[in-house]
């Protein structure tokens, strides 16, 4: 019981603070008709996080945390698909009108899009491998496993009712406006966390100087 409270626990704690993830899921919802139109963004953030904590519980850590040029890629990375997401959030423009042709992400843009602030955000591979990684490591065994399918079913569970809250936001939003609003800010939100995670990648790079 304590590994699978400890998972759950954790996990809430790590996915709930508003991410370049969660908004993007979140705006999958909301602007598409149909809630199975979201599937791919949902599915693929589920995938993409459960390849990174049983990476993270398989010890990864130690290859992440050991060699500094692996955080230098990972950061430079992550800024330019960042900047490339915001951009593109930013242009979104959502029509929520049966009778008008809508602009949304097609399935393949969606498991690009999900695939990129998940796989490539520094920070959410961070915290995964290193505060799940670790506290891993507090069990052996079967209690290992409990631990990492709570984690894995919480970050399932949490895309499903994120896409869910934003269809429902989507329903009252007709005209579109809400939701124009919300990829104006999720853009913004992106590119600060471009800026931040350069100013990051900028610190990494005069500390491995000689």
Not at 2 to 27: D, S
Not at 80 to 101: C, D, R, S, T, V
Not at 110 to 125: E, G
Request: with cysteine; glycine share 8%; net charge positive.
């Amino acid at each position: 019981m304590e590994p699978l409270l400890h998972g759950i626990i954790l996990a809430f704690g790590l996915i709930l603070p508003l991410g370049v993830q969660n908004v993007f899921v979140f705006n999958q919802g909301a602007t598409h008709n149909k809630f199975v139109n979201a599937l791919p963004a949902i599915i693929t953030a589920g995938i993409c996080d459960t390849i990174l904590i049983y990476l993270a519980v398989a010890g990864v850590s130690i290859i992440v945390f050991g060699f500094e040029w692996v955080k230098i890629l990972l950061f430079l990375v992550g800024v330019f698909f960042l900047a490339y997401m915001g951009w593109g959030m930013w242009k979104n423009e959502p029509e929520i009108n049966n009778h008008q042709k809508q602009n949304h992400f097609s399935p393949r843009r969606q498991v690009t899009f999900a695939a990129s602030v998940s796989l490539f955000n520094p920070h959410a591979i961070m915290d995964t491998i290193g505060v799940i990684g670790t506290s891993s490591l507090t069990y052996t065994g079967y209690e290992k496993w409990v631990f990492t399918v709570a984690c894995i079913m919480i970050s399932w569970i949490w895309f499903f009712s994120l896409a869910i809250f934003g269809r429902k936001i989507g329903q009252f939003d007709k005209n579109g406006r809400f939701l124009k609003f919300m990829n104006q800010v999720s853009a913004l939100i992106i590119w600060g966390m471009a800026v931040y995670m350069g100013y990051q990648l900028y610190s990494l790079v005069i500390n491995a100087l000689p």
